[in-house]
């Protein structure tokens, strides 16, 4: 089972989580190392041979500032240099505010590790809400009657948002860019189970497409080959 699902089976495990903690994050992030372990020869190495450690909720330092990373593979100590980051981004409703936030924490968060090191592979995944009466957890939302929209556009708008971000091949391009994105859609209305988005009307992304997770996870093995695979 591959992170979307198994994202998928926590949230219908834990129904009316705050997408605001840290428990879903750290639950994805566990499921990526889990799929990069598996589709990851040389990351695999390095991890069981303890060259390489993965991290939750880790501070990462350049010289003038430190920064909270969801997800870090780093080499161990002494140096304990970052080789692959990621940072998980939710957007459950008010997509038109929520996707301009989520966009430049991803630039922000991209420069800051290539900052740390040029060859830092940094990767972000967008969970997307595809439902229109999402109602989170706090006292305020309660009973919380939304405006009617287009969900469907919203989404689309959405997803074409982080799918045209250019993506980052070599150490020597702009440190605001991502070397991986992937978008994963859901349904999910803060108390009945949620389901994966795979519908075309919803432009989720094809398996073709660089920002759909399988696409995600053979970039990282293969620029991670390329640039530690001998480390």
Not at 113 to 124: P, Q, T, V, Y
Not at 164 to 191: F, H, K, S, T
Request: net charge neutral.
């Amino acid at each position: 089972m591959s992170a979307p699902e198994a994202y998928i089976e926590w949230v219908n495990a834990h129904l009316g989580f705050n997408p605001r903690s840290q428990a879903n994050s750290n639950a994805l992030s566990g499921f990526i190392v889990a799929d990069l372990r598996h589709d990851c020869p040389a990351l695999l190495t390095h991890l069981d041979s303890e060259k390489l450690v993965s991290a939750d909720n880790a501070d990462v330092r350049t010289k003038v500032t430190t920064r909270n990373v969801d997800l870090v593979l780093k080499e161990t100590k002494p140096n304990e240099l970052v080789r692959v980051s990621v940072e998980n981004k939710t957007i459950m409703a008010a997509h038109g505010k929520a996707r301009k936030n989520r966009y430049g924490d991803i630039i922000a968060y991209c420069n800051h590790l290539h900052n740390h090191r040029r060859e830092c592979i940094a990767a972000g995944v967008v969970i997307i809400n595809c439902s229109a009466t999402y109602e989170n957890p706090d006292e305020f939302a309660k009973g919380l009657v939304r405006p009617r929209f287009d969900m469907r556009k919203i989404v689309r708008d959405t997803v074409k948002l982080f799918a045209d971000v250019p993506l980052r091949n070599n150490p020597d391009e702009p440190n605001d860019q991502p070397e991986a994105m992937a978008v994963i859609l859901i349904d999910y209305d803060g108390q009945k189970p949620a389901r994966l988005v795979v519908s075309a009307e919803y432009s989720a992304p094809e398996a073709s497409s660089p920002i759909h997770y399988q696409s995600f996870i053979r970039r990282l093995c293969d620029l991670y080959t390329r640039r530690f695979g001998r480390a």
